[in-house]
């Protein structure tokens, strides 16, 4: 398993290895049935705190992507029960172009109630077309 | 018995007229690591002192492994180990004769188990340690320090002055050695971005006060920074937690703990903004050269 952390970074070390995880068993890098390292080993192989890996994969595991089973190790999971964890990954992606896109919208100059309009409108729109 | 490990209620210590700790708290739960931050004279090693017992607290009240620096520091040092940030000491020892000048001096001494140190971190044990280099005497210390299995460790500073590879080889350590051997850890260091990995919390020190504390992710959420316009700082008051104020032509730069509630304030009164995510050095500086008052000056 690989996994690369980048020091330093605006991002939480904690996401970036969540991150790298999830889209690791979403894309079949990792394959159901696969065994990941235990939580020591992880944390010894990045240095990084027992406590945030282990926080990690109780997420993952929360999440339908891996599950932790006791006294024997932490497994990948079947596809079928990744639906959740895909939608979490999507609504993260979709905040984060939601985030960059009202950036660029004020750096066009459009102001908060132009931006607010444009939602309201954008939403209607989405609304009636779900009709 | 409490699940704290160490904790300290309103610490005060001066040097003469020279305050260097004032109303100082903190606690950390068993089996967790603290991250003490601060520049250089922020407080940090007479901190560390004076959990140990080596230096007396002129007031507040201290609890470290369960036993009480001023009185007990005898015991404490039978439970606690200790990194000093002078690693200088005994240098025409070698790694072994160091270990058996020691060993005397702790009841609890593992002989077995400092070797196993030695033979783990790749200590040579019959060179002289002015010989060895700056990260394998972090590593001698580190192994000495450990060799009677202490309940709690507090390194001064042990990765000052080490290289970016030997720096992430002493955390890999730390985590396979302390932490995963269920130990409470207090170090401190300067390299905010160093210690995000490890530590469970970090405790920023400046000028002899803890200014926050808090875990790594918490305080990533919490302290942001933000762009606004001329106008909103003009209209409204500093908000709660401002750490910094920059102009950039006709709009502020600022940075702000308790951003989440700021944003929303703003929001609401539908001002517009830009908020970032900083990093780790970034929000430290913040802390301890950030200059709030420049929001009045607006």
């Known amino acids: ?131 | 018995m409490s699940d704290l490990a160490v904790s300290v209620r309103n610490l005060r210590k001066a040097f003469g007229s020279q305050v260097v700790l004032e109303d100082v708290s903190l606690e950390v739960p068993g089996g967790q690591t603290l991250a003490l931050l601060g520049r250089n004279g922020a407080g940090k090693t007479t901190m560390i002192r004076t959990l140990l017992g080596l230096l007396p607290a002129d007031s507040g009240t201290m609890r470290v492994a369960g036993c009480d620096p001023a009185t007990e520091s005898l015991e404490l040092r039978r439970r606690v180990g200790y990194l000093a940030e002078d690693q200088s000491m005994y240098d025409w020892m070698t790694a072994l004769e160091l270990c058996r000048f020691l060993e005397p001096f702790y009841p609890q001494w593992d002989a077995k188990l400092a070797d196993q140190y030695l033979e783990r971190f790749e200590l040579p044990r019959h060179v002289r340690i002015e010989r060895l280099s700056k990260g394998q005497v972090v590593k001698l210390g580190l192994a000495v320090a450990l060799a009677h299995a202490p309940q709690v460790a507090i390194l001064d500073d042990p990765a000052l002055g080490l290289d970016p590879v030997a720096r992430k080889e002493f955390n890999r350590d730390l985590v396979e050695h302390l932490q995963a051997e269920g130990r409470t850890v207090i170090y401190s260091s300067h390299l905010l971005d160093e210690v995000e990995a490890v530590a469970d919390t970090v405790a920023i020190l400046d000028r002899g006060r803890i200014v926050r504390q808090g875990p790594p992710e918490t305080l990533r959420e919490e302290v942001q920074r933000i762009v606004l316009s001329k106008d909103v700082v003009r209209q409204r008051p500093a908000p709660q937690g401002l750490l910094d104020v920059r102009k950039h032509g006709e709009s502020y730069e600022i940075v702000v703990d308790g951003a989440p509630r700021f944003i929303g304030e703003l929001n609401a009164a539908g001002h517009s903004l830009q908020s970032t995510g900083m990093t780790l050095d970034d929000i430290f500086e913040a802390f301890v050269i950030g200059r709030p008052q420049a929001w009045r000056e607006a």
């Open chain 1, 1 to 131: 398993m690989f996994v690369h952390i980048e020091r330093g970074s605006s991002v939480p070390i904690s996401r970036q290895i969540a991150e790298q995880l999830r889209s690791q068993c979403l894309s079949g890098t990792l394959i159901a049935g696969d065994k990941l390292p235990s939580v020591r080993e992880l944390a010894q192989q990045l240095a990084v705190n027992v406590n945030t890996v282990f926080r990690i994969y109780e997420r993952l595991a929360a999440e339908g992507l891996i599950e932790l089973r006791h006294g024997d190790g932490t497994y990948v999971c079947p596809k079928s029960l990744k639906v959740d964890a895909q939608l979490e990954t999507q609504r993260d992606k979709f905040g984060l172009e939601f985030d960059a896109l009202i950036q660029q919208g004020v750096m066009l100059g459009f102001t908060a109630n132009e931006l607010r309009t444009r939602l309201t409108s954008a939403l209607a729109t989405a609304r009636n077309s779900q009709k």
